[in-house]
């Protein structure tokens, strides 16, 4: 029989995702819904090791659905993994009574988390905030649909100007090794080409394509570059075309880390409140060391071992339906 929880600490680690207010948020509320103490953990792992941690209520998370970024802050923190670190902070928890832990980040968070739970079975849930959408065991990521939306409002306005002097754009994107918010923003956008990691597009068969619609005289053309592609990034890639085809005025654009900030959507603001309480509701149901997600409209809990051997492929759909558009 599981231990009686009654103090829950929530933190945020890694790199910030729209809609992780909303999830502090839900796990806030519903921890006090079912009446235990709530605790925010500032910085992450190395606020949890020097004990920047404070009590919260339902008044704290206030007004802080709609902001992007996350209102705990985060950080990466080498001395957690260590052993020593996380004996401080487990320490840190003992002694205010905390007695489980929810995490919300990517996959460095997770991992993080499962060897502190090894060493101290403290109950413990991650909930997949990441705007690259590479975790498997939930069909969407928190900040993923805000990161995508904020990208294909970018590439619009970059089309405008394209159109205006019959350039070449090339836009690179974040994902990390996933083409995730490559590949469905460049359908949404239009894109004459969209170069991702899990597909190996070389720049002679780019360069084919692009001579393809400049002879059915399409007026201008966007590639999008998904930075983890094999083909380097989106300023090799212009500058290894333009070699070859020295016809094309070529641009580059990076968004960066525009991608991870703004107010999150409200899909990214529902997912995010689902989640939160899902994670509450499963450390009372007794489930730990696991990830939150939901796949067809079902909640599910995966374990540690499901998301870290497996990665979140790309729908084969969806690269074909990118290849038949861009024509």
């Known amino acids: 029989m599981s231990k009686k929880i009654n103090r829950i600490g929530v933190l945020t680690s890694g790199g910030d995702a729209p809609g992780m207010n909303a999830a502090i948020r839900a796990v806030v509320r519903a921890s006090i819904y079912y009446e235990m103490e709530v605790f925010g953990i500032y910085r992450g792992y190395e606020g949890l090791i020097e004990d920047d941690i404070v009590a919260l209520d339902a008044r704290s ?10 209102i705990l802050k ?3 923190c080498d001395e957690f993994k260590t052993t020593a670190g996380r004996q401080k902070a487990f320490d840190n928890l003992n002694a205010r009574g905390i007695d489980a832990l929810v995490a919300i980040g990517g996959d460095g968070t997770f991992t993080g988390l499962h060897a502190f739970y090894q060493e101290h079975e403290m109950p413990v849930i991650c909930i ?7 975790l498997p065991g939930t069909d969407y990521t928190i900040g993923y649909d805000t990161a995508t939306n904020t990208v294909v409002d970018a590439v619009d306005k970059i089309r405008d100007t394209a159109l205006s002097h019959n350039r070449l754009f090339f836009i690179e994107v974040m994902g990390r090794d996933s083409g995730y918010i490559a590949i469905n923003s460049g359908i949404a956008g239009g894109a004459t080409a969209i170069m991702i990691p899990e597909e190996n597009m070389t720049i002679d068969e780019l360069v084919a394509r692009l001579d393809k619609g400049g002879k059915s005289k399409k007026s201008s053309s966007l590639v999008i570059v998904a930075e983890g592609g094999r083909s380097g990034n989106a300023i090799q890639i212009a500058e290894a075309v333009h070699k070859k085809s020295p016809y094309y005025d070529t641009k580059v654009t990076i968004l960066g880390h525009l991608q991870r900030g703004g107010s999150p959507t409200y899909f990214d603001r529902v997912l995010a409140s689902k989640m939160g309480v899902y994670a509450v509701e499963g450390l009372l149901a007794g489930k730990t060391d696991v990830m939150v997600g939901i796949q067809h409209k ?11 051997v497996k ?5 084969s759909e969806a690269i074909r339906i990118s290849k038949i558009l861009s024509i």
């Open 61 to 70: 998370v206030g007004n802080i659905i709609q902001r992007g970024g996350t």
């Open 74 to 76: 985060s950080a990466r």
């Open 128 to 134: 997949p905030g990441t705007i690259d959408n590479d």
């Open 298 to 308: 079902t909640t599910v809990y995966n374990d540690f071992e499901t998301i870290m």
């Open 311 to 315: 990665s979140n492929e790309i729908e």
